[in-house]
C-alpha cells in the first residue's frame, strides 16, 4: 500500500486525481477526505487498462468539495505496484 496526501483550502475547492497501472497488478485507487471519512472514489486499475483521470468538477461536485485533508490510497492486494500518479486541488474563479 502507498498513500499520499494534500489538503483543500477552507471552504471549498475541486480535486484531479491521476493513476496509470504500468504494472502487471491491478491497481486499487481511493480518494478519501480525512476529517469527515467520506470516501469520494475507489476504482480499480487493471494492467494496460486506461489511466483513472478523475476530476471532482466533472463528477457531480461543480460546487466543489469540502476543505480539509486528503488521502489518496494505492493498492495491489500484496502485489508490486508499479505506476504514476499525481494529484491538483484548485479553485476555479467565480467569474467564470
Same mark, same amino acid.
Given at each position: 500500500?502507498a498513500?499520499s496526501?494534500?489538503?483543500?483550502?477552507p471552504?471549498?475547492g475541486h480535486?484531479?486525481v491521476?493513476a496509470?497501472?504500468?504494472?502487471?497488478s491491478?491497481i486499487t485507487?481511493s480518494? *478519501?477526505?480525512r476529517?469527515? @471519512?467520506?470516501? !469520494?472514489?475507489?476504482e480499480?486499475? &487493471?494492467p494496460?487498462?486506461q489511466p483513472?483521470d478523475?476530476?471532482s468538477f466533472?463528477i457531480g461536485? *461543480?460546487q466543489?468539495v469540502i @476543505?480539509g485533508e !486528503?488521502?489518496?490510497?494505492?493498492? &495491489?492486494?500484496?502485489?508490486?505496484?508499479?505506476?504514476?500518479?499525481?494529484?491538483?486541488?484548485?479553485?476555479?474563479?467565480?467569474d467564470?
Open positions: 500500500m498513500t496526501t494534500f489538503a483543500v483550502n471552504g471549498y480535486i484531479k491521476f496509470k497501472n504500468t504494472g502487471k491491478t485507487v480518494l *478519501q477526505h476529517n469527515s @471519512g467520506r470516501i !469520494y472514489f475507489t480499480s486499475i &487493471a494496460d487498462a483513472l478523475w476530476k466533472d461536485y *461543480q466543489g @476543505g !486528503y488521502i489518496v490510497t494505492y493498492r &495491489a492486494g500484496g502485489n508490486v505496484m508499479s505506476g504514476e500518479a499525481w494529484g491538483m486541488s484548485f479553485t476555479i474563479p467565480s467564470l
